[in-house]
């Protein structure tokens, strides 16, 4: 525990110490009792919606708003860090449906008209239920813009046009997370044909009531079970003129805003990976065989101090990421791709080694590890693949080589 918080302040220590009774007292049970329902129940039931009023209860919901998070002080991006980690620990899915609510919180703070900003911050903070999304990802692909090839072709088909007073959305968003749950979505398109991602891609304010505005396919995922990702679909939706958040130049508002969030999906692999490593070095001096409890044997032994190794030294990059992040360090967005690379990585390879510790049953569903290499494996490609972020750390090296890797036709 004492490594796990290490340098944190006193405020951000509050914050994660208020995480972890949180999953040790709710979650932790809540997600033992329900681990058959993330199969079995329909995509309307996997929701752990009493978990989030619980959170709601810890404050842990509305740390995205920081003028709503009186006592203790907000979080730094370090401690949302140690916050995401906590969460992960018990259920993975929690840190993707708060997040996106830490982040919309902020934008709709910080960009939307007075009027709006006060009544959805209004009824996020009075309804607990209510969750938002961030909405960027089509079905023809965003590796583009993740890696900052600023070309018309890679601009999204999404578009908005002003038409009478009132912004009329046409396309289609996929793997949006909350999709179907959501009461807001921040909604990118592209508003001026031909130009730039950077200079022709709007945001928007798109409630679930609007006209013209649909949820699709529900995704039917590997891992992350408990929280629900779907199609957007744009037919002629209509919104008001001052439901516009940022014109033309809306491509990386979020970062801007939220800044923290490549820490936070790092810390939050981090905590799928210490939940599949307590599994493990718990299963291992229970387990015995050949007269003595496994972690007896020295080849379990040893996998069991790389599980360590990988975790402890992943930690130690993450929190500098996120420090890197809150003293605006020339190389936080470097730190952050790598810490996020990183993160990845140790997840699935020490969620994969907890499975194979458990023998035959690491790979049952009533043996419960598998469900953390499910969740591992969704980092590999959440909030942009790992390769492009490779890619991203490549161009912090050399600028102006991303456009050889996508083919730039200009």
Known sequence: MQSRWHGLGVGDLAWARRAKEFVDTHVVPATRDARDDEWSAPWEARVPWDLIEEADDYGLRTLGLFAAVPDPPPPSSLGLAAVAEELARGESALVDILLQGWKVGTIIEGLAAGHLRDHWLGRFLAEPRLVFSHCSTEPHGSSDRWLGWDHPDAAMRT????????????????????????????????????????????????????????????????????????????????????HLLVADTALGTSSRLFPASKAVIAAQALGVAQAAYEAALDYVQQRVQGGRPIVGHQAVALRVADMLIRIETTRALVHRAARAVDEEAPDRRRLRD?????????????????????????????????????????????????????????????????????????
């Not at 969740?375 to 912090?396: C, K, P, Q, W």
Request: include cysteine; glycine fraction near 12%; hydrophobic fraction near 35%.
């Open 159 to 242: 578009t908005a046009e002003l038409r009478d007073g009132e912004w009329i959305l046409d396309g289609r968003k996929h793997y949006i997370t909350n999709g179907p749950d959501s009461g807001l979505y921040v909604v990118y398109a592209t508003t001026s044909q031909g130009a730039r991602p950077s200079a022709g891609t709007s945001s928007f304010l798109v409630p679930r009531d609007t006209p013209g505005f649909s949820i699709g396919r529900v995704h039917e995922k590997l891992g992350g079970r408990r929280f629900n990702n779907a199609e957007l679909i744009f037919d002629g939706c209509r919104l008001p003129a001052d």
């Open 338 to 410: 790598i810490a996020k690379v990183a993160a990845a990585e140790t997840a699935f390879a020490v969620a994969r080694e907890a499975v194979e510790l458990h023998g035959g049953l690491g790979v049952m569903r009533e043996g419960g590890v598998e469900r953390h290499l499910r969740d591992a494996t969704l980092f590999l490609h959440l909030d942009g693949t790992n390769d492009i972020h490779r890619l991203r750390v490549v161009e912090s090296l050399f600028p102006g080589w991303t456009e050889r890797y996508v083919g730039d036709p200009g």
